[in-house]
């Protein structure tokens, strides 16, 4: 929903990004230093190419969700052994799922650590670090609007739908309910990073504004 004083602006185009999939885990660390903090950085970089990481906490505790980009499991072991080596207190959990997070949030409040805020599903409103589905409304310059995201769970209720029933399922689902968009004509379209895409029809596309 817009803000006050927010400034309409009208979506031209609804951009779909379906995010590849892959085996996740959580590890926590024991950091005694910012030097310690910033060696558990380097290190989760240098594996950038394999997984993708995002961080959940700060402080003397320090944890990472991390995503496979293949299947090759034996990257969470060389990982772990890594950490082993050089930290006195490493767990290594191997999904991420409500048990594992809630685990972070109450050592975080036990240590003094920062629990770093989480995008959330749009859905579900359940914390997200991977998203399985992104989808951004834009203007007609292709200025991203605003952007909504769902977890794989909400999001496999809409999979086995045609590509413009997927979407406007997902938008209904939605917590903020945009609906409206199964009243409208969306045009199959092509996206600039050949993302799904679809575009109000232009009779249309002044009935649906956002902040």
Not at 21 to 44: N, P, Q
Not at 64 to 90: C, H, M, P, T, W
Not at 99 to 124: A, F, H, M, N, Q
Not at 186 to 205: G, T, W
Request: charged share 30%; with cysteine.
């Amino acid at each position: 929903m817009p803000r006050r004083g927010t400034p309409m602006r009208f979506v031209h185009q609804i951009c779909v990004d379906r995010r590849p999939k892959g085996l996740r885990a959580v590890y926590l660390v024991e950091a005694d230093s910012d030097e310690d903090t910033a060696e558990l950085a380097r290190l989760f970089e240098q594996f950038g190419p394999m997984l993708e990481n995002i961080r959940l906490s700060r402080g003397k505790l320090v944890s990472f969700a991390v995503q496979l980009q293949s299947g090759d499991q034996s990257i969470l072991e060389q990982i772990e052994g890594l950490l082993k080596k050089n930290f006195g207190f490493v767990i290594l959990h191997r999904s991420f799922d409500q048990l594992i997070y809630g685990i972070v949030c109450e050592l975080c409040k036990d240590s003094g650590s920062t629990l770093i805020r989480l995008p959330k599903c749009d859905i579900c409103r359940r914390p997200e670090p991977f998203p399985d589905t992104v989808v951004s409304f834009m203007d007609d310059r292709n200025n991203r609007i605003a952007t909504r995201a769902y977890c794989a769970t909400c999001t496999a209720e809409s999979v086995g739908r045609s590509s413009k029933e997927f979407v406007i399922s997902l938008l209904e689902a939605d917590r903020d309910d945009f609906g409206v968009l199964r009243h409208m004509t969306l045009v199959r379209s092509r996206s600039a990073k050949k993302h799904l895409a679809f575009r109000i029809k232009s009779d249309a596309e002044h009935q649906f504004a956002m902040g």
